[in-house]
């Protein structure tokens, strides 16, 4: 438990939703903000009478002051390929001026500071797996520039508040992140084959599906988050789960949990999907004692009944 209030932005969204659950079973009193652009107010629907919980729609591309935290997470950001895409402005300004305005209240209240950075720094890697010290592969002006920059916008601002103002700062780099709250329309890999499987419509593979990428539980991904938040460590951590499976074989999988007779469609590939991905652990292993716990299979089998949900959801709408 941390004394006083932790911050959390971006609240509502897949991540920052299950991170305040952590944090609140920690005995944290929680201040979650989101301005509800990519995140679902029904991922923190039952923390509604949860005293220790507060939630305030606000946009951090704006300044605030929330009064004295002790903490802040710093999650605030659309995050799905096709979101950033469709609100690239917004990612670009969340990723800038958010990212300032959140280290300005850390640094006013001499809080400690996490900023769920991203594999996408990374961008198309030329060193596999990827390791925290190596400098990426991103196109500036391309069509995933708009999430890729920020981002590593936002690593240098944490690490200049760290720098200048000694801030005590963490940066996670988190590697793709699966589980219940995904929002199943937001056009990423699980989502969209869970939910054509479970429609019985045929399953999208973009490009040949040979392209690889290494998913980590939702669980697994907070427990890393929250160890790095306590440790002593200023410079990037990568955590996500190195078990690198191709989209084909991932789609493979999904059609056998779910039992579908979906046939496989390929679409054409996006321009700069990267062609692989999988992270070293090496350093969050030294660091922190952490090692990710639940394989793919057992991660899609637990999230299948939220899937199943928002499929009755979906039909009792219509
Ligand atoms: N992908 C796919 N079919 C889909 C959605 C995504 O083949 O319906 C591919 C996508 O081209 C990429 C990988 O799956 O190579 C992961 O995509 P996602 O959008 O989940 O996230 P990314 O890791 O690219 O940020």
């Known amino acids: 438990m941390r004394a006083g209030l932790v911050l959390v932005t971006g609240a509502a969204g897949f991540l920052g939703s299950h991170l305040c659950d952590a944090l609140l079973a920690e005995g944290n009193h929680v201040l979650g903000v989101d301005n509800l652009s990519t995140g679902n107010i029904e991922n923190l629907a039952h923390l509604k009478h949860e005293s220790r919980f507060m939630f305030e729609q606000r946009d951090i591309t704006c300044p605030f002051d929330p009064g004295s935290v002790s903490y802040v997470f710093n999650f605030a950001s659309p995050a799905s390929p096709a979101d950033y895409m469709r609100l690239g402005i917004e990612t670009m300004l969340v990723g800038s001026a958010g990212t300032i ?17 991203t594999s996408e720094c990374y961008g198309d ?19 995933r520039s708009v999430y890729d920059e920020a981002k590593r916008f936002s690593e240098a601002a944490v690490a200049a508040y760290h720098r200048y103002h000694n801030v005590n700062t963490h940066l996670v780099r988190i590697f793709n992140t699966y589980g219940p709250r995904l929002q199943p329309n937001d056009g990423r890999v699980i989502s969209n084959l869970m939910m054509q499987a479970l429609r019985s419509e045929p399953l999208t593979i973009y490009g040949d599906g040979q392209q690889t990428r290494s998913f980590c539980y939702c669980s697994d991904l907070i427990e890393g988050i929250l160890l790095l938040s306590k440790s002593a460590e200023h410079d990037p951590v990568n955590i996500g789960n190195p078990e690198e499976w191709t989209i084909l074989e991932c789609a493979e999988a999904v059609r056998a949990l779910v039992r579908s007779s979906s046939e496989i469609a390929f679409k054409p590939l996006p321009q700069d999907d990267p062609t692989r991905r999988k992270p070293d652990i090496t ?22 009944p939220y899937f199943a949900q928002c499929i009755q959801h979906e039909r009792t709408r219509v």
């Open 125 to 143: 890697p030329l060193v596999h797996p990827q390791v925290e010290s190596y400098w990426g592969n991103v196109n500036p002006i391309g069509p």
């Open 283 to 304: 350093r969050a292993m030294q660091l922190l004692g952490w090692v990710p716990k639940v394989k793919l299979r057992e991660g899609l089998e637990r999230s299948l």
């Open 101 to 117: 305005h959140t280290l300005e209240i850390a640094k006013k209240y001499k809080a400690g500071y996490l900023h769920a950075s």
